[in-house]
């Protein structure tokens, strides 16, 4: 119960941060949205920017499970992945983002046996960007 309440507590924390990136962004401060970003995904999720940008899918697989996160720190983010993709942006980068997308997703439904239909969504419209 103790370990149910710090992992909501925590998601409640990277909700509002995603929030906050969201709103840097919309307000078009990227380069701040960007810097925060990234010390979420370090802080939060010890995941480095080395690591989710590799050219190969293997170092993203790899961190995936070594890390073990828990179901619902995973779907966020998955949450914060897909955020990150721009249609205007940079074709190169947007596709990467999806297959580490694709992997979570992937990863949530093998490991986690979760399936969020919202994620379903995600998972047509990354399949279709593929």
Request: proline content about 5%; overall charge negative; glycine content about 4%.
């Amino acid at each position: 119960m103790y370990r149910r309440d710090l992992i909501t507590a925590e998601i409640e924390k990277l909700a509002q941060v995603l929030a906050r990136i969201i709103g840097l962004k919309q307000d078009g401060d990227f380069v701040a949205s960007d810097e925060l970003l990234q010390q979420t995904l370090a802080s939060s999720f010890g995941l480095k920017p080395e690591t989710l940008y590799a050219p190969e899918p293997e170092a993203f697989g790899l961190w995936l499970e070594q890390s073990d996160l828990p179901a619902e720190k995973l779907d966020m983010l998955g949450q914060f992945l897909f955020n990150e993709i721009d249609p205007n942006g940079e074709p190169s980068v947007n596709k990467l983002l999806a297959t580490r997308l694709v992997l979570v997703y992937q990863t949530l439904a093998s490991k986690h046996h979760m399936v969020h239909l919202a994620n379903l969504k995600r998972q047509d419209i990354i399949q279709q960007y593929l």
